[in-house]
T-cell receptor, first 114, second 109 residues
Framework: EAGVAQSPRYKIIEKRQSVAFWCNPI?????LYWYQQILGQGPKLLIQ????????DSQLPKDRFSAERLKGVDSTLKIQPAKLEDSAVYLC????????????FGSGTRLTVV | RKEVEQDPGPFNVPEGATVAFNCTYS??????FFWYRQDCRKEPKLLMS???SGNEDGRFTAQLNRASQYISLLIRDSKLSDSATYLC??????????FGKGTMLLVSP
């Protein structure tokens, strides 16, 4: 089975610029997650989708971050405008069966804001 | 108290040693528990689930202690290839996992 696909792998932008990340989950996985992992920290949930509906976005900085999953399959996470502290790895994950068997992560997008 | 806490380490052990990590969680209603392995500059990969009855997979044993609210991971006969960061993950509601900061393990020859 194909894994979770993410692009791009790396991105370097200047502060105040905008950036977008794309994720395609494992086929058939209804639940999709975006996590932010800052160096030396564990992954932190930004937003969780069930099909195309948002289940949890309580930790998403909504003044600058947005995400969508319009057709219940792939998803886009956007940051506008970026800040230096947004430098991190953005991980997409998907799960079946309400996450009872854990998640599968994509390889992530490493964002550097300069 | 943080939702999920781990000793960041690093744990430095020689090959062949047995090493154990603990992870404490604050939400007594948590139902699902996992250990993930993360290699440097890679994504986390599911190592094993943690069941109430414990779980063993080869050299790895995971246990859950609900009374004291912690999970553990025991690695026997450590290999160089076990060097990685081990993340524990605990659910906090509808399938959402909260991760600890991870424990770094370094296995030396």
């Amino acid at each position: 089975e194909a894994g979770v696909a993410q692009s791009p792998r790396y991105k370097i932008i200047e502060k105040r610029q905008s950036v977008a990340f794309w994720c395609n989950p494992i086929s058939g996985h209804a639940t999709l997650y975006w996590y932010q992992q800052i160096l030396g920290q564990g992954p932190k949930l930004l937003i969780q989708f069930q099909n195309n509906g948002v289940v949890d976005d309580s930790q998403l900085p909504k003044d600058r971050f947005s995400a969508e999953r319009l057709k219940g399959v792939d998803s886009t996470l956007k940051i506008q405008p970026a800040k230096l502290e947004d430098s991190a790895v953005y991980l997409c994950a998907s799960s079946a069966a309400e996450g009872r068997y854990g998640y599968t992560f994509g390889s992530g997008t490493r964002l550097t804001v300069v | 108290r943080k939702e999920v806490e781990q000793d960041p380490g690093p744990f430095n052990v020689p090959e062949g040693a047995t090493v154990a990590f603990n992870c404490t969680y604050s939400n007594s209603a948590s139902q699902s528990f996992f250990w993930y392995r993360q290699d440097c500059r890679k994504e986390p990969k599911l190592l094993m689930s943690v069941y109430s009855s414990g779980n063993e997979d080869g050299r790895f044993t995971a246990q859950l202690n609900r009374a004291s609210q912690y999970i553990s991971l025991l690695i026997r006969d450590s290999k160089l290839s076990d060097s990685a960061t081990y993340l524990c993950a605990v659910n906090r509601g509808y399938s959402t996992l909260t991760f600890g900061k991870g424990t770094m393990l370094l296995v030396s020859p």
